[in-house]
């Protein structure tokens, strides 16, 4: 059964939860009272802009996607953030309109990410923020044991049939000084597990996720087969699952 509006936001806030930390490290280091207009590109469902917009009550905090649908999700969910129809590569925004501009697991999706940064460099002020707060690079992810890492290479290979990325977590840091940006810090999230150890409503999202990037590529048999594998793996206390996942921190110049 195809993924519905709800499953999706349950996905991203699930992957906010992922950022929770790194988005309280990255506040930490800003001057919170020059914080009064915050845009995320590539909103979605509002995840991201609803938790930001209560760690920081006093700024205005708006969204832009371009999925239409998502957006009605968050526009009924979440009154308190503003949500705009857009393309990142194309920012409805003049220049110079907020003071910090992220995205979150989105610049794999775009065919030209850096068009997208340069975008995000031109509508923050001058020593305003970019932040990419999560980027993946799929093609550096370790499944073990077998057969799961043939799981990993089936999802990295559907991601590719989607016109993703997967490698662009490497080229973050790159792209971000490309753009005009000065990088203040940049890394590597670690790994999420697709399991927390037992079985829960965030694992079994996981595994539906699994299934519809994949799609008929694995057969019914066989997402059983993984799925016995899978715990097997983590009854003996011998499942890896590595995703690199690369964050950059950067400044727009004075």
Same mark, same amino acid.
Request: aromatic residues 8%; negative net charge.
């Given at each position: ?8 936001h ?34 979605g ?25 998502? +957006? ?14 857009g393309?990142?590569? %194309? +920012? ?22 850096? %068009? ?41 290979d ?33 790994? %999420? ?8 409503e965030d694992?079994? +999202? ?34 890896? +699952? ?13």
């Amino acid at each position: 059964m195809p993924l519905s509006i709800e499953d999706w936001h349950d996905r991203f806030c699930q992957q906010a939860r992922w950022t929770e930390s790194l988005r309280a490290h990255f506040l930490s280091r800003m001057d919170l009272g020059r914080l009064r207009r915050i845009l995320e590109v590539g909103c979605g469902t509002g995840a991201v802009c609803a938790s930001v917009a209560r760690e920081l009550p006093s700024a205005k905090v708006a969204g832009v996607d371009l999925n239409i649908r998502r +957006l009605e999700f968050a526009r009924s969910h979440d009154p308190a953030c503003a949500y705009a129809a857009g393309d990142g590569t %194309q +920012l409805p925004f003049p220049a110079r309109t907020f003071d910090l501009v992220f995205c979150h697991y989105l610049l794999l999706w775009i065919p030209s990410p850096a %068009q997208a940064l340069r975008e995000m460099a031109r509508v923050v002020r001058p020593g305003g923020w970019v932040i990419a707060l999560a980027e993946p690079d799929h093609s550096a992810r370790i499944d073990y044991p077998p057969p799961l890492d043939e799981l990993g290479r089936l999802q990295t290979d559907a991601l590719r049939r989607q016109d993703a990325d997967p490698a662009l977590g490497r080229r973050l840091a790159s792209l971000f000084t490309d753009a005009g940006l000065n990088v203040e810090e940049t890394g590597i999230l670690g790994s %999420q597990d697709i399991h927390s150890g037992r079985p829960d409503e965030d694992s079994e +999202l996981e595994w539906r996720i699994l299934k519809e990037d994949v799609g008929p590529a694995v057969t019914s048999s066989g997402w059983e087969r993984f799925r016995k594998a899978d715990s097997a793996a983590l009854a003996r206390g011998e499942r890896v +699952l590595f995703v690199p996942t690369f964050y950059c921190f950067a400044r727009q110049k004075n």
